[in-house]
């Protein structure tokens, strides 16, 4: 019913920059917060960031003052702008998206994952 597409993972060096994006589409009327997660191998699944649709927006203190997250709400998309990054951040990040659909139900969706690799 709503499904999210991600894009701009990849390798970069420490120190380097990525801008990941996530569009929602599908049976959605409203979208409410939206967020990125990262899981690494053997570890649980983490918040990175989160933004309400006020434009509040929270961090780990892991990535505070390096990474910003951001939206676009005609697009139902959101970004996370990542910069000096490290080997810790190396992880799978995923998108989830709160919000409501046609039919007045409420939906959390998560994208398919996308591969950061960060290492010299």
């Known amino acids: 019913q709503v499904q999210l597409v991600e894009s701009g993972g990849g390798l970069v060096q420490p120190g380097g920059s990525l801008r990941l994006s996530c569009a929602a589409s599908g049976n959605i009327f409203s979208v409410n917060a939206m967020g990125w997660y990262r899981q690494a191998p053997g570890k649980q699944r983490e918040l990175v960031a989160v933004?309400?649709?006020?434009?509040?927006?929270n961090y780990a203190d892991s990535v505070k003052g390096r990474f910003t997250i951001s939206r676009d709400n005609a697009k139902k998309t959101v970004y996370l702008q990542m910069n000096s990054l490290k080997p810790e951040d190396t992880a799978v990040y995923y998108c989830?998206?709160?919000?409501?659909?046609?039919?007045?139900?409420?939906?959390?969706?998560w994208g398919q994952g996308t591969q950061v690799t960060v290492s010299s």
């Open positions: 989830n998206v709160e919000g409501s659909s046609w039919n007045g139900s409420p939906f959390g969706s």
């Open positions: 933004i309400t649709s006020g434009g509040s927006t």
